[in-house]
């Protein structure tokens, strides 16, 4: 039984990746920046860009 990827789910699994790296980068210039309480920081910023890049593919 062969198991074959399209490129499509390549290109797919890629973004979202990228999108939960660049969400990442986000939250921790937030946390860097800001020594006080925050909002939303490393935690928030790759699960909120990922969900969005989900969300986008419906």
């Known amino acids: 039984m062969e198991f074959k990827v399209s490129e499509e789910s390549y290109t797919i699994l890629f973004k979202v990746v990228f999108s939960i790296a660049a969400g990442l980068l986000i939250g921790l210039e937030r946390e860097h920046r800001t020594k006080t309480e925050i ?10 860009s990922m969900h969005w890049r989900c969300f986008q593919h419906l």
Do not use: D, H, Q, V
Request: hydrophobic share 60%; charged share 10%.
């Open 39 to 48: 909002f939303a920081g490393i935690r928030t910023f790759p699960l909120i």
